[in-house]
């Protein structure tokens, strides 16, 4: 089944300690998004990928970096994590960036900052 | 700017009943207007849609919302609800005007379905 992967499933890291979550996708989409939710509160869009073109939200601290190597990786960095990066990180992915367009959620890295 | 309320933190229904989520938006232009379900640590699932055309939208699951452009509202419905549909529920909105890939949530409202 096409589907948005997500590993690993529940990240655990010290405080300051660069982590990396990854997506990945069979969907062969052109959109990856990456939103961070806290607390089951509604997701926050970070950024996204249309193709290769970068797309930062302007509130998106600068710890937050990502990387698409290819249609089917996407990574998220962040570089000195705090307490408050504590959340589950949700990977999306949509065939274009189109407001009509529907965004398939991979299940979620959840992120514990010690 | 555009908005997304669900005025409802909880909901609390009987197995069997007909369920209500309530979903409110602002937006300019013509709306597009999304449902999503989200289980205990898993990702958002995608429900239904709405585009254009009918303003009933039927969904997965037995799920289906109408559109009402007049009250700016498109509640999540479902005849009869079960156990399983208990989880948190999200509605979302974009516009023709929307920035690509920005989605704007509601809060959520959790959903639980007694037996």
């Known amino acids: 089944d096409a589907m948005v992967i997500q590993n690993p499933r529940y990240q655990v890291t010290q405080f300051g300690k660069p982590v990396t979550l990854s997506c990945s996708q069979t969907?062969?989409?052109?959109?990856m998004y990456w939103y961070q939710q806290k607390s089951s509160q509604a997701p926050k869009l970070l950024f996204h990928?249309?193709?290769?073109?970068?797309?930062n939200e302007a509130d998106t601290p600068d710890n937050f970096q990502s990387r698409r190597p290819n249609t089917s990786f996407c990574f998220l960095d962040i570089r000195s994590p705090g307490l408050g990066d504590a959340a589950m990180y949700l990977c999306?992915?949509?065939?274009?960036?189109?407001?009509?367009?529907?965004?398939?959620f991979g299940p979620g890295t959840r992120l514990l900052v010690l | 700017a555009q908005s997304v309320a669900q005025p409802e933190d909880q909901v609390n229904v009987a197995e069997g009943n007909p369920l209500t989520v309530k979903c409110t938006y602002s937006?300019?232009?013509?709306?597009?207007l999304f449902w999503y379900v989200q289980y205990p640590n898993r990702g958002l699932q995608f429900l239904l849609k709405?585009?254009?055309?009918?303003?009933l939208v039927k969904g997965s699951y037995g799920f289906e919302a109408e559109f009402n452009k007049s009250q700016t509202s498109f509640h999540l419905k479902k005849p009869s609800a079960l156990v399983s549909d208990s989880a948190l529920y999200f509605c979302?909105?974009?516009?023709?005007?929307?920035?690509?890939?920005?989605?704007?949530f509601g809060d959520g409202t959790t959903l639980t379905v007694k037996p």
């Open positions: 709405y585009i254009t055309g009918d303003n």
């Open positions: 979302a909105v974009r516009s023709y005007n929307t920035n690509a890939g920005k989605s704007t």
């Open positions: 969907l062969n989409h052109n959109v």
């Open positions: 999306a992915t949509s065939r274009d960036p189109g407001a009509q367009e529907t965004q398939y």
């Open positions: 937006v300019s232009g013509n709306p597009y």
């Open positions: 990928y249309y193709d290769k073109d970068f797309n």
